[in-house]
């Protein structure tokens, strides 16, 4: 129960770090507003890979992991 409450409570001190302005990728986010009518903070960072009328991919790249975001 004791790391359960940890994790939890760093997944919330992210969530509400990567909500501010400064750590936003606001292009993608103003685009999937703007074409596909739904808000995500995406964090810095990330690319927008393939953008279509009705699937997104968006990804971040690192020497040693590989992140990536599909909404359909």
């Known amino acids: 129960m004791i790391i359960a409450a940890i ?4 997944k919330m001190k992210l969530m ?5 302005n400064k750590y936003k990728e606001q292009t993608i986010s103003d685009a999937l507003i703007k074409e596909h009518k739904f ?11 393939k953008d279509t009328s009705d ?15 599909l909404a359909y």
């Open 55 to 69: 699937f997104v991919w968006i990804r971040y790249e690192s020497p040693l992991t590989s992140q990536g975001i």
């Open 7 to 10: 994790l939890k409570a760093e």
């Open 16 to 20: 509400e770090l990567y909500a501010q």
């Open 39 to 49: 808000n995500l903070n995406i964090p810095k960072g990330y690319n927008m890979v």
